[in-house]
């Protein structure tokens, strides 16, 4: 299958900084990209898509000043979490989207935020 | 919008037993449903897929169905060993969408 590389698996930050989490397609060209959170034994919660070449487009409740997306490239998707609070700790999760609509995940991004 | 269901939450094996996870969706126009296995701590795998126009896929002692007249599809896992157990999530993607709907996922524990 297909890799999707997401960069830090952990990062520990600092209450009030922000952290810049990265997505890419290693083999293959992605339009669309999305990021989700995931609280323990929970399902993924989609928190936006992530459109190269255009705004992300963030689900109902999800601050997009907040979750700053930025799609640059067909290759890579960043998510910043500004301004991280304790309650933003969590699994961060992207996936990208090839031309058959099969989608492939990263391995994760655990924050936490103390 | 599409909205899928997702039973067992958890289940429980011992090796060698079959498992199997089953899945109802209620868009009709779903036409792509792909199975996925986290482990702990790690992103989700796609393990496989299926797409409308076929009613089964196997690989190895993996198996999907689908059921489209009842809406729901299964994944069966033979022959289950330690290293199946995982979190495993089914999803479907709405008709002409590419945005998957997740089911809320089974943990599956092979004893040895």
């Known amino acids: 299958g297909a890799v999707v590389s997401q960069h830090p698996s952990r990062v520990i930050c600092k209450s009030g900084t922000s952290v810049k989490i990265e997505c890419r397609s290693l083999?293959?060209?992605?339009?669309?990209m999305f990021w989700y959170r995931q609280f323990p034994k929970k399902s993924l919660m989609l928190m936006a898509t992530?459109?190269?070449?255009?705004?992300?487009?963030?689900e109902q409740g999800v601050e997009k000043d907040k979750f700053l997306i930025n799609h640059a490239s067909l290759t890579l998707s960043t998510l910043t979490v500004t301004s991280a609070h304790p309650e933003d700790s969590s699994f961060y999760i992207c996936?990208?989207?090839?031309?058959?609509?099969?989608?492939?995940f990263g391995q994760g991004t655990r924050l936490t935020v103390v | 919008g599409e909205n899928v269901e997702q039973h067992p939450s958890t289940l429980s094996v011992q090796e060698g037993d079959s498992a199997v996870i089953k899945c109802t969706y209620s868009?009709?126009?779903?036409?792509?449903f792909p199975w996925y296995k986290q482990e702990l701590g790690k992103g989700p795998q796609l393990i496989i897929d299926?797409?409308?126009?076929?009613g089964e896929k196997k690989d190895q002692r993996i198996a999907v169905t689908l059921n489209k007249t009842a809406k729901h599809f299964s994944l069966h896992i033979t022959e289950t060993q330690p290293e199946d157990s995982a979190v495993y999530f089914c999803?479907?993607?709405?008709?002409?969408?590419?945005?998957?709907?997740f089911g809320r996922g089974t943990s599956l524990i092979v004893h040895p």
């Open positions: 996936s990208a989207i090839t031309d058959k609509s099969e989608a492939f």
């Open positions: 083999d293959f060209q992605a339009t669309t």
């Open positions: 992530s459109n190269e070449g255009s705004k992300a487009t963030y």
């Open positions: 868009d009709s126009a779903s036409n792509y």
């Open positions: 299926i797409r409308s126009n076929v």
């Open positions: 999803a479907a993607n709405e008709g002409g969408s590419y945005i998957p709907t």
